[in-house]
């Protein structure tokens, strides 16, 4: 019996050591863990310097970096007969057609690149290669150009939109259109409810940009609208009503009951005056553009420099970026009145028509930029 109580003893005793031996390594752990966390305080000021100087190390390693590749590439000029030929055959066998024609202008060193001027059939082009040859730039943009430019444009913006209108007792307003265009006929919509509403107060006339970019049926239309508003005036507006819904003429001619034969009289008329189709027909009357002459108003196109459809002139003086909803080009027309009518007062619609044929409209603000234009 005392045997067994001494092993048992025995037992106890060896467990005990056993345990401080274990809670000592486990405090001795801790102690470390401490001294890890202590070494490595990120608040501790001497810790936070030591991060600020390997981040001031590692900015001028990048610098470094970056002016040590910027003499490489100066030192690794491939030479500029190697650079054109590596261009030309670069160009010709992966990005223009088997026919396309390349020529290089000219080549010269810029900051660690080739400045390379490149005439791809007729037209003509700047583009860059760096000095080793191995990474070629269709284009590079100037930053400082860019933004000069684009400063400038906003300028024009704002000056245009801010155009004195002079005043009259009964105003002009002369619109450019061509008759399938899009943005055209989207005007013409906003602008027949306030004809309507004008009438006899201001003398609001559709006129026709001088090249028709939207083929025969366009030149065929244009003469048809010009001169139903010269024989038939008081059919006029409904013709083009119904016309602007569809773009079918030939059904508007009837349910308008315009006179046909008056109608075919007077096209055939300013046809041969202004040999309309005879220059729409040869190519070398075009003068160079890719769009057949509409010399019919000719004069007041080139009085207002007009470069496209739609484009709105008030009292002789153009209006760019106006909005085309009713009640916009209302409020414009009546600011050029020396005294504004009572009709000007009047409530008409501000939704913007849609672009095209049809009577919906749209929610874009931005109607006033688009046009048609060589």
């Known amino acids: ?15 005990k050591q056993l345990e401080k031996e274990k809670t000592k390594e486990e405090n001795v752990r801790e102690e470390e863990e401490r001294s890890v966390g202590k070494k490595f305080n990120w608040k501790d ?11 001031a190390t590692a900015g001028v390693l990048v610098l470094a970096i970056s002016s040590a590749w910027m003499v490489y590439q100066k030192k690794n000029y491939i030479g500029e007969k190697a650079a054109k030929e590596k261009v030309e055959k670069f160009v010709k066998e992966n990005l223009i057609p088997s026919d396309g024609k390349l020529e290089i202008k000219g080549i010269t060193k810029k900051e660690g690149l080739y400045e390379i001027k490149l005439l791809v059939s007729g037209a003509e082009y700047t583009s860059y290669l760096t000095g080793d040859g191995e990474i070629f730039f ?10 000069e430019a684009t400063k400038k444009q906003k300028e024009e913006q704002e000056k245009a939109m801010n155009v004195e209108i002079p005043k009259a007792d009964k105003p002009t307003v002369e619109v450019f259109v061509m008759s399938y265009c899009p943005f055209g006929t989207q005007i013409q919509k906003g602008l027949i409810p306030v004809m309507e509403l004008l009438k006899g107060k201001a003398q609001i006339d559709f006129k026709y940009v001088d090249y028709a970019m939207h083929g025969d049926k366009e030149i065929d239309e244009n003469m048809n609208q010009y001169c139903i508003s010269q024989k038939e005036p008081t059919k006029y507006l409904n013709y083009l009503k119904c016309f602007l819904k569809a773009g079918d003429s030939k059904n508007c001619l009837i349910s308008e009951k315009i006179n046909q034969n008056l109608l075919a009289n007077c096209v055939k008329e300013i046809d041969a005056k202004f040999e309309i189709k005879k220059k729409a027909a040869n190519k070398e009357a075009w003068a160079g553009s890719q769009f057949p002459p509409f010399d019919l108003q000719k004069e007041d196109n080139v009085k207002y420099k007009v470069q496209g459809s739609p484009t709105v002139v008030i009292n002789g003086t153009e209006v760019p ?22 009709e000007c007062q009047t409530e008409i619609s501000s939704a913007v028509p849609t672009s095209g044929f049809g009577e919906g409209t749209t929610d874009k ?3 006033s930029a688009a046009d048609c234009a060589e």
Do not use: H
């Not at 269709?138 to 933004?147: A, P, S, Y």
């Open 45 to 55: 000021k001497g810790v936070q310097n030591i991060i600020l100087a390997i981040t």
């Open 365 to 367: 603000t931005d109607a």
């Open 321 to 342: 970026s106006i909005q085309r909803d009713p009640n916009s080009l209302l409020k414009k027309i009546c600011s050029a009145f020396n005294t504004a009518p009572a």
């Open 1 to 15: 019996m005392s045997a067994d109580w001494q092993k048992e003893e025995n037992k106890g005793e060896g467990e």
């Open 138 to 147: 269709t284009q590079g943009m100037n930053i400082k150009e860019v933004e």
